[in-house]
């Protein structure tokens, strides 16, 4: 039995015909390595109106050709692109994971066509859809959104001896990336066979201004045990023009992009330039950032890592507060617009009595305040630690030293020091208005963190990144990055990865586990502050604190 692919916006509910390739701007019905996509139990599926792209332009839905209304039960699939979208000749091989020893145990050795991943289902409340990531779901939930598993397909799109493939990381330092440097050659050299791999250094520009390194087994067998990107890294240097002629005059045919927001919107460019002139060649992307803010997949990798690091600092700061009279530790931590790393380091301490983060408003002075916490905690127990994240309190800090923006080269904005602003306020407030002498102690962990090796943890996600990626790029499947979504990994579309980012939610259990677990206010309570949060968060806040007073 057939089914037809439709437009999420068409209003017919009847079989529409087949669309071209040029309207869809993606591949057609006919999958060359995704044949089963036509099989009975994708029946019945159609999109809720909720606006996600699939593919390259929007999601798909699929109708039963029996002419006869589908059911309306809301799963949708956002596929990624594929070579065979503009190159529709392109001959496929047997994976040679068919011979492979790691794989002759397996009973499922290839992801079959029908395999999908669910996204996390949105919050009832729209408000919440960017941001709320609900697991449990009920009865009449609809199915939602869907990815494409992750995995060895039995089909692949390139002979292992014509595969040229190479590495770029880009941004700033996140432990384990020389560690998903490795295994995406260890993956492509062990799994299939691919010998002719190269590293490219100092980030985008090294692509027209640099040399390249020759990548093997051996040159990155121990580069998992330091820190920083073996390869180097740049912000910025992004020309697409001079990347894609760079990747063609070289060979090059797959190529691995490793980086943050920025840096995947730049592999999504270059996929589009690759498309344009028709090239085989493959491009995968692997999320990278330290603040865990990349939106659809569960978590970012390196951030395991900063948040068990985090709490050396933490403890240290504790050590030395609980050592004197009237002690306050103030620990920044990274987050420039998340708060993760220190909400997820708070609760893990268990010695931090204050979390401040860039979603959550905070103020000073007055009744509920900041100043007012801090007094009280340092007559009861003598001293007080404060874990803030690096974005939080900008707007305070900015307007009081009347500084412009500012952005750096890969146009994330300029941070000021909000820690040492928040400590010269505290120590001035206490020793000026309150005559009260206080030991203040500013730990800045920052670039520690950064710059350290990754835990066992994060070597094992970062494995699966980096093979679930080769495995992907082989299949030829293109413009996509991995991740984990709902604990399965998935290829995603970019552009889904960089439309928004992923932020604490204040309205969801976890933030309320870390107020109960340092009892400290939540700011909520200032006549000026509730003007400036949207009062739809204020609303479900009000109606769940009456929901638990019953």
């Not at 840096?263 to 344009?276: N, P, R």
């Not at 007080?384 to 146009?411: C, F, H, N, R, T």
């Not at 350290?452 to 980096?466: F, G, K, M, R």
């Amino acid at each position: 039995m057939e089914s037809a692919i439709s437009s999420p916006l068409s209003t017919s509910s009847h079989l529409l015909p087949s669309p071209s390739r040029s309207s869809l701007g993606s591949r057609s019905q006919s999958f060359p390595s995704l044949q089963n996509l036509r099989h009975p139990s994708f029946k019945s599926r159609c999109f809720l109106g909720v606006p996600f792209r699939s593919r390259q332009t929007q999601p798909i839905r699929c109708q039963s050709s029996n002419q006869q209304p589908a059911k309306d039960d809301g799963f949708v699939i956002e596929d990624v692109p594929h070579l065979t979208d503009f190159l529709s000749n392109l001959p496929s091989y047997p994976n040679p994971l068919k011979q492979s020893q790691a794989y002759a145990v397996v009973k499922q050795t290839f992801v079959s066509t029908d395999d999908v991943v669910a996204q996390k289902v949105s919050d009832p409340f729209p408000r919440f859809q960017k941001r709320e990531k609900k697991v449990v779901v009920q009865k009449d939930d609809p199915r939602g959104v869907h990815f494409r598993r992750a995995g060895p397909r039995e089909k692949v799109y390139f002979k292992s001896d014509e595969v040229r493939a190479c590495i770029v990381t880009c941004g700033g330092l996140c432990p384990g990336i020389n560690t998903v440097i490795r295994e995406i050659v260890c993956g492509l050299n062990y799994m299939y066979g691919v010998e002719d791999i190269l590293g490219i250094e100092g980030g985008y520009r090294g692509f027209y201004s640099k040399n390249t390194l020759r990548l093997t087994p051996k040159v990155v067998n121990d580069i998992h045990k330091r820190g920083g990107t073996f390869l180097r890294t740049s912000r910025g240097g992004h020309d697409t023009n001079k990347i894609v002629d760079n990747i063609q005059d070289r060979g090059i045919n797959q190529v691995y992009i490793i980086g943050g927001d920025g840096t995947q919107k730049g592999a999504a460019l270059i996929y589009k330039e690759v498309e344009k002139r028709g090239l085989q060649v493959a491009v995968a992307g692997i999320p990278k950032t330290i603040d865990n803010d990349i939106a659809v997949i569960d978590k970012s990798f390196g951030f395991d890592t900063a948040v068990e690091e985090a709490q050396r600092a933490i403890n240290a700061a504790h050590v030395e507060v609980e050592s004197v009279e009237n002690g306050v530790g103030i620990v920044k931590l990274m987050g420039r617009y998340s708060g993760f790393i220190a909400l997820y380091a708070t609760l893990a301490s268990r010695d931090v009595d204050c979390c401040l983060v860039p979603e959550s408003p905070f103020y000073l002075e007055g009744r509920g305040g900041l100043f007012e916490f801090v007094e009280e905690r340092l007559k009861e127990n003598g001293h007080v630690v404060i874990v803030l994240a690096e974005g939080a309190g900008q707007e305070y800090v900015a307007q009081e030293m009347q500084v412009v923006d500012g952005k750096d080269a890969s146009g994330n904005k300029l941070l000021l020091d909000v820690g040492l602003w928040l400590t010269e306020k505290i120590k001035d407030h206490f020793t000026k208005v309150q005559k009260m002498a206080i030991n203040t102690k500013y730990i800045d962990p920052t670039y520690m963190i950064r710059a350290i090796p990754s835990n066992a943890s994060d070597n094992i996600y970062c494995t699966l990144l980096a093979q679930s990626a080769v495995h992907g790029a082989m299949a030829g499947f293109s413009g996509f990055t991995v991740g984990p979504v709902n604990s399965r990994h998935a290829y995603i579309p970019i552009s889904r990865v960089t439309e928004t980012q992923n932020t604490v939610n204040l309205t969801d259990r976890m933030w309320a586990r870390l107020l109960a677990s340092t009892n400290q206010p939540s700011f909520f309570e200032s006549n000026e502050l509730l003007e400036r949060v949207d009062k739809e968060d204020v609303d479900v806040i009000n109606h769940n604190m009456r929901a638990t007073s019953i």
